[in-house]
């Protein structure tokens, strides 16, 4: 939802996530804690967690949040398990997304780490830009595992590799994924891939072969990065993810009823295309 111009009232928001917190999956990206002037469509976060029914889900709640402050206001939710952070191989993209240097951001990171430790918080961070980037800023796997290596030191138990604007192969998917959770076992390392559609079903295998069983995706596959590029690349669409991975055997103990109402009212809050 934060791409979108007009204002989505809260209280649609909240019908809309609690029909997906019906569904059965293991996380929620409910919202953000950042600032109402950067991604002002979410600036309704706190007043949506209100309206959220979680008594007969087992889904957790993740929330965005790109600073120290965000992730203080964030603790303070109990209903919250994870906090998400969006930590960029790109300095050009991390300023543009954060406002602040990577080195800055790593200092962020630690620190956001801590408070989670101390709170009973999961961090999440997202290697955004994590198979290339436009802006010309180095990138190479060996970059990557750098960031991991630094990563892994704070303790952190969850990674995402975020391909921000569709840059990722099947083969820089698979190579990533193999060496990264071979040389870190105690990481759980997972995807949020942005991409056409006419793509994405060789990058999940691709994924799925590397062993990764942590995907993100969106309903109609809506949405994309709205500090990364004017084109927006969408998301991986969940409705896709999920009959790729049934069609691989697998058995996502998912209420076929429930997803299809929240498929329902997918096509009435975000536009066709």
């Known amino acids: 939802m934060q791409g979108m111009p007009g204002f989505i009232d809260t209280a649609i928001k909240a019908a809309y996530i609690n029909q997906l917190l019906q569904v059965g999956f293991d996380t929620i990206d409910f919202g953000s804690f950042v600032s109402p002037k950067a991604i002002p469509q979410l600036r309704d976060t706190a007043e949506v967690l209100d309206q959220l029914d979680l008594f007969e889900s087992k889904s957790k709640l993740l929330a965005i949040i790109a600073n120290l402050r965000g992730a203080e206001e964030a603790i303070l939710f109990e209903q919250i398990d994870y906090l998400g952070f969006p930590l960029s191989l790109s300095e050009t993209f991390q300023q543009r997304n954060t406002n602040k240097s990577i080195q800055e951001a790593l200092i962020e990171v630690e620190k956001i780490q801590n408070l989670c430790e101390v709170n009973g918080k999961t961090l999440v961070t997202y290697l955004s830009m994590g198979f290339g980037n436009p802006y010309g800023d180095p990138y190479s796997p060996d970059l990557v595992a750098e960031f991991v290596e630094k990563l892994n030191k704070l303790d952190l138990k969850i990674i995402s590799f975020a391909d921000t604007i569709g840059a990722a192969t099947p083969d820089l998917i698979k190579d990533l994924f193999l060496v990264n959770k071979m040389a870190y076992p105690n990481i759980e390392f997972g995807v949020h891939l942005h991409t056409k559609a006419t793509s994405l079903a060789p990058k999940i295998e691709a994924a799925l072969a590397a062993g990764c069983k942590r995907f993100d995706g969106a309903l109609k596959g809506y949405g994309g990065c709205p500090m ?46």
């Open 228 to 273: 990364a590029e004017d084109d927006l690349v969408g998301n991986v669409a969940t409705e896709v993810l999920v009959e790729l991975l049934e069609k691989k055997g697998f058995d996502l103990g998912l209420n076929k009823i429930e997803f299809g109402e929240a498929l329902k009212m997918a096509n009435v809050i975000f536009p066709i295309g």
